[in-house]
């Protein structure tokens, strides 16, 4: 089955991340995610990211770090998903596309129903959690 890249944001403000979870009209419907989308063809990763977050909650971010990609397997499609670690530059979060966002701490992390593919990028972040989140903010 061809894979299909998919970028998602890990967006850092004040010590915690942003999850967003799916709404009824998207595949995974009800499942979190960290908000993003599919690269169009000739697109960079980073760009699409920057793109996708705009599209999905209207504000600007900087990707500082690219964490591990996963590659995983849905019954009906296979996806390479490439994680970067961002920050939040400018305008305010609007729910264009999902149906609820909450910011997490280390000890959030696994309270939510995740999307199976995100589940190796959540162990990352725990692992990692200080020099990843505590230490990467720009702001
Ligand atoms: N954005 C995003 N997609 C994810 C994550 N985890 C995961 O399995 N996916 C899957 O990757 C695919 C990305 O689709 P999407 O719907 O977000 O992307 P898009 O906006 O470009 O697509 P569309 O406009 O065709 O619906 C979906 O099948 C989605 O279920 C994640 O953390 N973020």
Redesign the pocket.
């Known amino acids: 089955m061809k894979s299909?890249s998919?970028t998602?944001a890990i967006i850092i403000h004040q010590g915690k991340i942003l999850a967003a979870r799916?709404s009824q009209t998207?595949?995974?419907s009800g499942k979190w995610?960290?908000?993003?989308?599919?690269m169009e063809e000739d697109e960079e990763a980073e760009d699409c990211l920057i793109r996708?977050i705009l599209e999905e909650l209207g504000i600007t971010i900087i990707s500082l770090k690219a964490l591990t990609p996963v590659n995983?397997s849905?019954p009906t499609?296979t996806?390479r998903?490439i994680p970067f670690l961002c920050s939040w530059e400018s305008g305010e979060i609007s729910l264009l596309e999902h149906e609820q966002v909450c910011w997490l701490e280390k000890k959030d992390l696994f309270s939510l129903d995740w999307?199976?593919?995100?589940l190796p990028i959540v162990h990352e972040l725990q692992e990692n959690w200080v020099k990843l989140v505590g230490q990467t903010e720009r702001n």
């Not at 999307?115 to 995100?118: F, H, I, S």
């Open positions: 299909i998919v998602c799916r998207m595949d995974l995610e960290f908000p993003g989308g599919k996708e995983y849905y499609k996806i998903l999307a199976e593919a995100d």
